[in-house]
């Protein structure tokens, strides 16, 4: 079956880099889209961007600066990079699944950002 | 970006009672294909978001009928016929019709 998962150091200092991975079953990276959401304690979701089957990358235009996301189809894992973190990037990040519509979900990792 | 205002922030109902949630977008949010991308989820707490309701009104596979979807345009419903203890947490609409996607603000349904 379809399953996401997240994965990632639960801390990390500001100013520092994040890097999280998406590993995914049940269907290959070339056949779907894959983005990154992030939710912040007590607040809403955030799109960050997004993995295309074809291999094109979409960002958030106000993360467009700090992040990257990039893959490995043979693994099936997806990859998302943001750099000069701070307190406000603290959030449970998840990857979701994209078949026309946001159906499969990841549980999220927890990255809180301090020192 | 599309923005999709949600009303109303919360919501306090009693087990039964029927209540509906509007989503709002700044911009149609028809497709040149046809189609229409409005999904709602619902997020429980402690939980990743779950996917209800896709294409405005097609039910995802597993949820319970009493969950309705309606709308066109810049203008949709979720409505729940009635509410069960299970149903109560966030909701959100969120279009994928325009990149990037947007979500609404939320709704948080509680018990009165």
């Known amino acids: 079956q379809v399953q996401l998962k997240e994965s990632g150091p639960g801390l990390v200092q500001p100013s520092q880099t994040l890097s999280l991975t998406c590993t995914v079953s049940g269907f290959s990276l070339m056949d779907y889209s894959v983005h990154w959401v992030r939710q912040p304690p007590g607040k809403g979701l955030e799109w960050m961007g997004r993995?295309?089957?074809?291999?094109?990358?979409y960002y958030n235009s106000a993360l467009k600066s700090r992040l990257s996301i990039s893959r490995d189809t043979s693994k099936s894992q997806v990859f998302l990079k943001m750099n000069s973190l701070q307190t406000e990037d603290t959030a449970i990040y998840y990857c979701?699944?994209?078949?026309?519509?946001?159906?499969?979900w990841g549980q999220g990792v927890m990255v809180t950002v301090s020192s | 970006d599309v923005v999709l205002t949600q009303t109303p922030p919360t919501l306090s109902a009693t087990i039964g009672q029927s209540v509906s949630i509007s989503c709002r977008s700044s911009?149609?949010?028809?497709?040149?294909?046809?189609?229409?991308?409005l999904n709602w989820l619902l997020q429980r707490p402690g939980q990743p978001p779950q996917l209800l309701i896709y294409l405005v009104s097609r039910l995802e596979s597993g949820v319970p009928n009493r969950f309705s979807g309606s709308g066109s345009g810049t203008d949709f419903t979720l409505k729940i016929s009635g509410v069960e203890a299970e149903d109560l947490g966030v909701y959100y609409c969120?279009?994928?019709?325009?990149?990037?996607?947007?979500f609404g603000g939320g709704t948080k349904l509680e018990l009165k």
């Open positions: 911009q149609s949010l028809l497709h040149s294909n046809g189609n229409t991308y």
């Open positions: 979701t699944r994209d078949g026309g519509r946001p159906h499969y």
């Open positions: 969120v279009q994928s019709t325009h990149a990037p996607w947007t």
């Open positions: 993995m295309k089957y074809d291999g094109d990358t």
